[in-house]
């Protein structure tokens, strides 16, 4: 599970600084209390493209997956609303 964690962690390293700092503040913060499922969906969601990613949450354009989107919208943007980010 180390070597997943750790992949992870890298590619939250984005180029668009606004992603960058959300995704890793967050798999910093959150990603060892997050359950085996949770860490897949999460690797799932790295793997959009910045601008989508940056269009969903700061924008609200669809992804066109509602198990992504929920997790978005529950850890991601919850996260940043509380002022993590």
Not at 31 to 59: A, C, G, M, V
Request: with cysteine; hydrophobic share 35%; net charge negative.
């Amino acid at each position: 599970m180390n070597q997943e964690i750790n992949r992870i962690l890298w590619k939250c390293r984005r180029g668009m600084r606004e992603i960058d700092l959300l995704l890793r503040e967050f798999s910093q913060n959150k990603l060892n209390e997050l359950n085996k499922s949770d860490i897949d969906i999460f690797n799932e969601i790295l793997n959009y493209d910045d601008q989508r990613l940056y269009d969903f949450i700061f924008k609200k354009e669809p992804l066109d997956n509602k198990m992504h989107e929920k997790f978005i919208e529950t850890n991601l943007k919850k996260f940043n609303d509380q002022g993590n980010f």
